[in-house]
């Protein structure tokens, strides 16, 4: 156990700038979404004060008209008014409606981020043994007293922990600058956004976050093993060659013989981690009117056939990887 952990802090050594880079623009990012924020709370407060009320007219909720929502401050009590009968139901119904295009709003942030992720772990990947052979440090951890599958498997497992780590890191910090720009919104926006983010169980969507990045983290496994593969033998630009090898040859395939099943194949793959957050969020069946409280269930994909032969394609890739890694090839 000591020996792997040293030879992870060596990969976070080496990768650290990339990644405390990433969180800084990140973080400066998410600040000027506050700052945009704080600009916009400015006007509505200005409005508020100038009218006395803010009116939104002919809200509908389920191609029912609610009719015109009036909002004002009496005090520090927000005074919600809405037209038509039964109007205490339609508030209800107005806070529901309103959390359902929040929470995918909350889903879809989360989504970028991992997608942003995914392709900085890309570039780790493919430089996590090219690197190496281009400074010619090969010899040298290899003839430290550790097994080459040691070696190895502490790559993989840096990656791995760090687009995990990583994500939740960048998606917590996506959720908390959210909850900040609602507080500088002031009232009422606060008060009507707690009542609405109630209705939201962040705890669920939290757990369910995770238990797709496990999924993800093992159906990306032979996209990480392929690319460290290429790394170990390639002249140079190793990405170039992993990701736009395979394409231009399936291109080139699907035209000289006009039969798309490779281009297919490689579409399904890249497509499928958002597409099994499509299935289980029911965004596009739903939409706005899908259930905010109950999400999906991602461990049943872990433990189904599709995971099983992933697997499978990775330990023939990790098998060729350790062969061709073992030959010390030279980038020069």
């Keep these: 156990m000591k020996p792997m952990m040293i030879l992870m802090k060596r990969e976070w050594l080496e990768w650290k700038r990339v990644i405390i880079g990433t ?10 979404m506050l700052l945009s924020v704080s600009r916009g709370s400015a006007w509505f407060h200005d409005t508020l004060e100038r009218d006395g009320h803010i009116t939104m007219n002919d809200i509908q909720i389920n191609d029912e008209n609610v009719g015109d929502v009036e909002i004002r401050m009496k ?10 009968s039964a109007s205490m139901d339609n508030f209800n119904q107005v806070l529901d409606q309103a959390s359902k295009p929040i929470a995918i709003g909350l889903r879809l942030g989360m989504q970028l981020t991992f997608a942003f992720v995914l392709f900085l772990s890309l570039f780790y990947f493919s430089d996590a043994i090219y690197k190496e052979r281009a400074d010619n440090s090969t010899l040298f951890y290899r003839s430290l007293p550790v097994s080459d599958h040691l070696l190895l498997g502490s790559k993989i497992l840096a990656g791995l922990v760090g687009v995990i780590g990583l994500t939740l890191f960048l998606t917590l910090e996506y959720l908390l600058f959210i909850r900040i720009a609602i507080m500088i919104m002031g009232e009422p926006i606060n008060s009507m956004a707690v009542a609405v983010l109630d209705r939201i169980s962040y705890s669920g969507l939290l757990w369910d976050w995770f238990s797709y990045l ?12 392929f690319l460290m593969l290429v790394g170990t033998y390639v002249k140079g630009r190793p990405l170039l060659v992993g990701i736009g090898g395979p394409i231009l040859l399936a291109i080139s395939y699907s035209i000289v013989f006009r039969y798309a099943a490779l281009f ?7 497509w499928g981690f958002n597409q099994k957050l499509i299935e289980q ?13 109950i999400y ?3 461990w049943g994909y872990i433990f189904n056939l599709e995971t099983l032969s992933a697997l499978l394609v990775s330990g023939l890739l990790y098998y ?11 980038t020069g």
Aim: proline share 3%.
């Design 23 to 32: 969180i800084l623009v990140v973080s400066f990012l998410n600040l000027l």
């Design 75 to 84: 005090g520090n009590d927000v005074e919600v008014y809405i037209d038509g």
């Design 214 to 225: 496990i999924f993800a983290a093992i159906r990306m496994g032979p996209l990480a093993l």
């Design 264 to 270: 297919r194949t490689i579409g399904r793959f890249l």
């Design 281 to 293: 969020w029911d965004i596009t069946s739903s939409g706005w009117e899908g259930d905010t409280i």
């Design 296 to 298: 999906g269930s991602f």
């Design 320 to 330: 060729g990887l350790w062969m061709t890694y073992k030959k010390n090839l030279p």
